[in-house]
């Protein structure tokens, strides 16, 4: 499994960005898929899941302004993310086969998300 995430950048406070998760191989097989976010210093935050069927859960600091959506069609899952938060700057990363927002079993690499006050 090879997960890419694109569509990270930088925008200021009250913006927003799309990210996408591009998979190879990609099917309801792999469950659910999950965003994490890293910022420096902090601990790994599971942002976003959503299952195989669809269902969505979001952490509560993203509640409201960021949505997600997949496409097992496109093999794609996208992150809509609006009203960003400087607090929102991290490294955003997608995973598959995410057990919760707390783990996974396939990861891609990071996009950058920065967001200026």
């Known amino acids: 499994v090879q997960l890419q995430a694109s569509g990270g950048g930088l925008v200021q406070a009250g913006g927003s960005l799309r990210l996408s998760c591009a998979a190879s191989?990609?099917?309801?097989?792999?469950?659910?898929i999950a965003w994490f976010r890293q910022a420096p210093g902090k601990e790994r935050e599971g942002v976003s899941i959503?299952?195989?069927?669809?269902?969505?859960d979001y952490a509560s600091s993203v509640k409201g302004r960021f949505t997600i959506s997949r496409d097992n069609v496109k093999n794609t899952v996208n992150l809509q993310m609006n009203s960003l938060e400087p607090e929102d700057t991290a490294v955003y990363s997608c995973?598959?086969?995410?057990?919760?927002?707390?783990?996974?079993?396939?990861w891609g690499q990071g996009t950058q998300v920065t967001v200026s006050s």
């Open positions: 995973a598959a086969s995410a057990r919760g927002r707390s783990s996974a079993d396939y």
């Open positions: 191989g990609f099917a309801s097989d792999y469950g659910s």
């Open positions: 959503i299952s195989s069927g669809g269902t969505t």
